[in-house]
């Protein structure tokens, strides 16, 4: 099993930059593709990045390309958000997955989840 825990949320201007991290642990392997979504309270899960198990591959939501570069370290077990020029319509909890296939958008196909960190962006 994997266990994921997300840290980093926080309250932010309009243009600041921020970095979440997910630290995963359990027996299953963590070095596999994990993936990043985001909620809002009445709206769906909505997928913001991917990176492969090496880190060799990425992928990103059309929303948040070229502001948001996933990276990870695969000896700390941890992956990073790292979030530049924040816009008010990134407020939202964001949720680390694990157990999709890389590059899934589909939440439902990931079978671990962190608890979410909330980031608040205000004007």
């Known amino acids: 099993q994997v266990q994921l825990v997300e840290s980093g949320g926080r309250s932010v201007q309009a243009g600041d930059s921020l970095t979440l991290s997910c630290v995963a642990s359990g027996r299953a392997s963590t070095n596999a593709a994990l993936s990043w979504f985001r909620q809002v309270p009445g709206k769906e899960r909505e997928f913001v990045a991917s990176?492969?198990?090496?880190?060799?591959?990425?992928y990103y939501a059309s929303s948040v390309e070229g502001r948001f570069t996933v990276s990870r370290d695969n000896a700390k077990n941890r992956v990073e958000l790292q979030m530049s020029s924040l816009e008010i319509e990134d407020t939202a909890v964001y949720y680390c997955?694990?157990?999709?296939?890389?590059?899934?958008?589909?939440?439902?196909?990931?079978?671990?989840w962190g608890q979410g960190t909330q980031v608040t962006v205000s004007s």
């Open positions: 990176i492969s198990g090496g880190g060799g591959t990425k």
């Open positions: 997955a694990a157990g999709g296939i890389l590059g899934d958008m589909n939440p439902t196909n990931y079978f671990f």
